[in-house]
């Protein structure tokens, strides 16, 4: 069972926003910066933000994040038939001490 | 931009030793702002973290295989090398090694860390 917990699927249509919860405790997500990463099928994991909320060189604004208390948010608008995938969080939990990801969540774009 | 190849064995069978190697280029891997990671993916499943090693050696590992495993790193060859005893059936799975970047910073949180570049990732399967 993964440590941080996001929902298995989400979709939505064409040109709308789409927004991936990810939810931890106090002593990880609490107490640490989160990171998202994306996974088109077939492909290798790419870093999507990080420091919650920074995207790396190259990374369209279309993609956000946010974090609140316990609760991370991965926000993309203008949905596209690319960005089908799996979206993954993660960051550190020093009570496990163990760098912890979300389960994933497969994005449809409808 | 650093580049990252994972090279070792496709099959191995149960109760057998993986070795995995990851070459880095591009850039040093005795960078201070860099750890050295695995990570795994069985198939049709989500990632999971293996453990990193830094250039000096320091090591850091998932609790639920740290008995199963031992890292070095080869600055020599900008490499690093991960090591799973006791293969099983469930080993099975897509193994990823990535730049973890790692830096302490005066502010709240005070660490900063990410996976930014990943290998290709090599699928190895375990059977007999």
């Known amino acids: 069972q993964p440590v941080l917990t996001q929902p298995p699927s989400v979709s939505a249509a064409s040109g709308q926003k789409v927004t991936i919860p990810c939810s931890g405790s106090?002593?990880?997500?609490?107490?640490?910066?989160v990171s998202w990463y994306q996974q088109l099928p077939g492909k290798v994991p790419k870093l999507l933000i990080y420091d919650n909320d920074k995207r790396p060189s190259g990374i369209p604004d279309r993609f956000s994040g946010s974090k609140s208390g316990t609760s991370a948010t991965l926000g993309i608008t203008g949905l596209q038939t690319g960005d089908e995938g799996d979206y993954y969080c993660?960051?550190?939990?020093?009570?496990?001490?163990?760098?912890?990801f979300g389960g994933g969540t497969k994005l449809t774009v409808l | 931009q650093l580049q990252l190849q994972e090279s070792g064995p496709g099959l191995v069978k149960p109760s057998e030793t993986l070795s995995l190697t990851c070459t880095v280029s591009g850039g040093s891997i005795s960078n201070t702002n860099y750890f050295w990671a695995w990570i795994r993916q069985p198939p049709g499943k989500g990632l999971e973290w293996i453990g990193n090693?830094?250039?000096?050696?320091?090591?850091y590992s998932s609790p639920s295989l740290k008995t199963r495993i031992s890292m070095s790193v080869d600055t020599s060859k900008n490499q690093f090398s991960l090591k799973l005893t006791s293969m099983t059936a469930a080993d099975t799975a897509m193994y990823y090694c990535a730049s973890l970047f790692y830096e302490h910073i005066s502010a709240w949180p005070p660490i900063r860390y990410y996976f930014d570049y990943w290998g290709q990732g090599t699928l190895v399967a375990v059977s007999s």
């Open positions: 090693i830094y250039y000096r050696g320091s090591t």
């Open positions: 993660g960051t550190w939990d020093p009570s496990l001490s163990a760098l912890v």
């Open positions: 106090s002593s990880n997500i609490g107490d640490n910066y």
